[in-house]
Every structure is written in C-alpha cells, then in structure tokens.
C-alpha cells in the first residue's frame, strides 16, 4: 500500500504560480510512475502530467506544455508540480496517483494509489 498526500494548492489569480507536492508513505515509493490529475466542478477526472520513477521522463497534457513542470525526489518521498502562468481553466481538484505504469498511462482506472486532493482556485 501507498499513502499518498497533496499540499500546496489554494487561491491565486491569473498569471500567478502555484507548487503542489505529493508526499508519499507505505510501500517504495520510487518504484511507481506518479500522475498529476485534475477535476474541476461537473466535469470528469482528467491527466495533467506524470512522471517515471526515476525522474527521468516526463509527459503533459497538451494544455498545461510549457507551464506546469512535474519532478520527484524519491530521497524525500516527493513528486512536486509546479504551476506557472495558471489560468481560470486550470480551476480544479488536483490528485496525484501512483501505479506500476509507463508515462503515457493516462487513464484514471489504472492507478492503483489516489490521495485525497487540493483545491486550486485561480480567478481572473
């Protein structure tokens, strides 16, 4: 089992930056692909990013390339996304989750681990 733990979410305007972490416990860690995903009101669970276990590879949803990043420190039992130039759109509940799967694993059904989420509110 792995626990997974979201933090760093809150109230920005457009154009601000925001860093969400992903704290692990439980089983290692850096054995799992980890994935960003994002749900905003009414509308389904939806990818953002992921990242391989060993930091190396990285994948994003076409919307957010060249404004969110997605690292780990498996030292630290950490995947982080960091946000820049956020707009209202990227107005969501943002989860990560981990799974024994490749980076363009985008599906939601196929991640074995979710943590709780946090709320990130960016108005205009």
């Known amino acids: 089992q792995v626990q997974l733990v979201e933090s760093g979410g809150g109230w920005v305007q457009a154009g601000d930056s925001l860093r969400l972490s992903c704290t692990a416990s439980g089983r290692t860690f850096s054995d799992y692909t980890v994935g960003w995903f994002r749900q905003a009101p009414g509308k389904e669970r939806e990818f953002v990013a992921t990242?391989?276990?060993?930091?190396?590879?990285?994948f994003y949803e076409d919307s957010v390339k060249g404004r969110f990043t997605v690292s780990r420190d498996n030292a630290r039992n950490a995947v982080f996304l960091q946000m820049n130039s956020l707009k209202p759109e990227d107005t969501a509940v943002y989860y990560c989750a981990a799974g024994s799967l490749g980076i363009y694993t985008i599906a939601t059904s196929k991640y074995a681990y979710w943590g709780q989420g946090t709320q990130v509110t960016v108005s205009s």
């Open positions: 990242v391989s276990w060993t930091g190396g590879s990285t």
